[in-house]
């Protein structure tokens, strides 16, 4: 007897495309003009590796915030804005195994992302004159039936909303705290 192989070809269709996620940026909003000659922005928070995980990380969104909104006059003394802390956090969950684990779609990463930064006005001998500091954060959770993109597209809009929130609060805290030294709003 002769034994023939047959083969189906199976078209599964193209693989999903990896989103692209535009760059969290302020240059919409106006700026924040300060009595100032300048405006340094220090970072102290070390990035780890979850930051790589985020289409745009905490670090990158709050450096374009302080490049985008912060603007100096040129006069008086200098402004400094610092980053202490620019989260963000991948945790693997435990899901549970056997039968009932098998037919759940259960939940199985969480997001954590989180700032911590303040703008400081000084006068020309380093003293501080006025100061405003921000803490924000966001979490989530996703499933384990979350696609890549999915996941990524979470990660994403977490980071946009807490910045929004962070924006907003920063805007509030300036405006009501620098006084005479805040020249436009």
Do not use: H
């Not at 909003?29 to 990380?57: H, K």
């Not at 802390?85 to 969950?93: E, G, I, N, S």
């Not at 954060?137 to 597209?153: F, G, I, Y």
């Amino acid at each position: 007897p002769s034994w023939g192989a047959g083969f189906t070809l199976v078209s599964c269709g193209p693989p999903s495309q990896a989103p692209e996620f535009p760059d969290i940026r302020f240059n919409s909003e106006p700026p924040l003009m300060l009595q100032a000659t300048q405006i340094e922005i220090r970072t102290i928070y070390q990035p780890g590796d979850a930051d790589n995980a985020f289409p745009v990380s905490p670090l990158r969104a709050v450096q374009n915030w302080a490049r985008d909104r912060l603007r100096a006059n040129g006069q008086g003394g200098p402004a400094r804005f610092t980053i202490a802390d620019a989260t963000a956090k991948v945790t693997d969950l435990a899901t549970k195994g056997g039968i009932s684990g098998t037919f759940t779609d259960q939940v199985s990463q969480q997001y954590n992302v989180s700032l911590d930064a303040a703008l400081e006005l000084l006068d020309s001998t380093g003293f501080v004159l006025r100061s405003a500091r921000v803490t924000v954060s966001r979490s989530a959770t996703v499933l384990q039936s979350a696609t890549a993109n999915d996941r990524a597209r979470t990660r994403y809009t977490m980071v946009r909303d807490m910045m929004a929130d962070f924006d907003n609060q920063a805007q509030q805290r300036i405006a009501s705290g620098f006084g005479q030294y805040l020249l436009s709003n």
